[in-house]
């Protein structure tokens, strides 16, 4: 299948897939019950949920291309999954290895091609290819890169005695910073003219999301500060792996307040394809109305 891919005025977002998975709805989000998930269901299925009242969970990368920088949005699971998850890893990928870092190749974006790679938090699934293992040695995947963490998130995850879903941070992300080629950059750093990061807090203390601004269109690339499109229906709906899930639903609420109704394209890190829609009220519920 081909990739999904979006232009944005002079901006052009490729979507990398590494996985599509489906888990209980219930089970991801505790208020998720079939009473309260009934009134949704409508145009949450096919797309996000299956057949069976799964949600559809999709890890993927998001190459970005503006004014002559390749920025890679996120690097999924890659090789290192941590012990202490209690997920099934073989669930989520088939096989010891994940096919990221060749599907990345195959549209087109070779290792040494990306410039940026952006994490929008630390978790395991969006820094797990920032390093590969070549003989004994870790070492960084992309050797072009420069790799922008926001220092908040940093500062955060490397002080904890229990880094939760950050655990593979030692092998992921600290020999970035030992190799040089990390920086620490505020939660409205710039990229481009045209790219910046926007401060979402609360799945994680300094977690980020991607704002793209051209030519008088506007998406915006979520990370997980919603992790299901059911969350724009239901924004105080949680996950037990956010750091502080009341942040969390007044991030998501200020996103509706400033965006419902409008021409923002809402393009979803963990969205199962078509992966991104617009934000619509319809008969009193907002819902992601996909093209
Ligand atoms: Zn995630």
Do not use: K
Not at 14 to 34: K, M, N, Q, S, Y
């Amino acid at each position: 299948m081909a990739n999904l891919v979006w232009q944005i005025g002079d901006v052009r977002i490729t979507r990398v897939p590494e996985t599509v998975t489906a888990i209980p709805l219930v089970g991801f989000f505790p208020d998720a019950t079939p009473e309260a998930l009934a009134p949704h269901l409508p145009w949450l299925q096919p797309h996000f949920v299956d057949a069976d009242g799964n949600a559809l969970l999709s890890i993927h990368g998001l190459v970005v291309e503006s004014q002559d920088q390749t920025i890679l949005v996120d690097t999924c699971i890659g090789e290192n999954w941590p012990e202490t998850n209690p997920l099934d890893r073989s669930a989520l990928l088939d096989g010891p290895t994940s096919p990221f870092l060749a599907n990345l190749e195959e549209a087109g974006f070779a290792r040494e091609r990306i410039d940026v790679v952006l994490c929008t938090h630390l978790h395991f699934d969006h820094v797990g290819c920032n390093t590969m293992r070549v003989g004994d040695e870790v070492v960084p995947t992309f050797p072009n890169a420069r790799y922008l963490f926001a220092r908040t998130e940093w500062e955060h995850w490397r002080t904890q005695e229990d880094p939760g879903f950050a655990a593979t941070l030692g092998v992921t992300v600290e020999p970035i910073v030992a190799a040089g080629l990390a920086e620490l950059v505020a939660c409205d750093h710039a990229i481009t003219d045209d790219v910046r990061l926007e401060a979402t807090p609360g799945h994680t203390p300094g977690h980020v999301s991607v704002r793209i601004s051209s030519r008088g269109r506007h998406a915006l690339i979520t990370g997980d500060m919603t992790h299901h499109p059911v969350q724009w229906a239901e924004p105080a709906w949680g996950i037990a792996a956010d750091s502080d899930g009341a942040q969390a639903t007044r991030t998501r609420q200020r996103i509706l307040a400033e965006h419902v109704d409008d021409e923002l394209l809402v393009i979803g890190t963990h969205y199962a394809p078509p992966t991104a829609g617009r934000l619509v009220r319809r008969g009193g519920h907002v819902r992601l109305e996909t093209a």
